[in-house]
């Protein structure tokens, strides 16, 4: 399963992975069965997840159901612990949204939830988030998560989440990182080979490694920064129930 999951997701383009994939694991998923973990999303129940990763895939990561991955489970968690997004109305801008969020969130919110992305068949809008096409302080939360190493000017496309967010509004921003992690965020624009930019990204439509100073960068785009370890105050059983992802950080990015 491994191989085969590694296979499709380096030579089938995101979006058609997108809009069948659910379809596939849904059939995979009656062979997973048990009650060994157990997906916060979904509430569905299995032996184990499914591996994923393109190059060296991940043991027990993707929910078959609802296809969610370590870090989707963590942050379901943070935002019903940590956060009134659940229980208050809010208007929110979703970047490149994960489909076991989608129909979640616009249960809850209905058209205040707005999706967003330049090239997914998911998304409602179609839109480049170096040029954000809302108004200054138009939404209370944004979630953009492992956006930011696709895109050219991630400096830019923070500030512009943090231009469209209301004052006391908040996102989540997160991005890959590859260990051993370095310093100092690296990028050379020269890498153009997508080889190359595997070796050196570690994906090779990657355009940068990100290092410790992230939060950095998301400050200068911005933003007050929280990078929250909220990983860290769960139970160790909870945490491998749901198969959660150790030593994670939530950047959690707030507008003044």
Known sequence: MKKIISFLLRKVPRK??????HWVLKVVALFYRGNKVECPVCEHHFAK???YGRI????NALCPNCLSLERHRLMWLFLKEKTD????????????PELCFIDRFEKIHGQNYITADIESPLAKVKMDIHAIPFPD????????NHVMEHVQDDIKAMSELHR???PGGWAIIQIPFFHPIPEVTFQDESITDPKEREKMYGQDDHVRLYGKDYANRLAQGGFTVDENTFINQLPANEVARYALPANEI????RKN
């Not at 659940?86 to 490149?96: C, E, Y």
């Not at 939530?250 to 990015?253: D, E, G, S, T």
Request: charged content about 10%.
């Open 137 to 144: 302080n138009s939404f209370d939360v944004a979630f953009c």
């Open 16 to 21: 058609y992975l997108q809009l069948f994939s």
């Open 56 to 59: 060296n895939p991940r043991a």
């Open 250 to 253: 939530i950047y959690l990015c």
């Open 85 to 96: 997004f659940f229980t208050a109305n809010k208007r929110i801008l979703h970047v490149a």
């Open 49 to 51: 997840f499914l591996p």
């Open 164 to 166: 469209i967010l209301k």
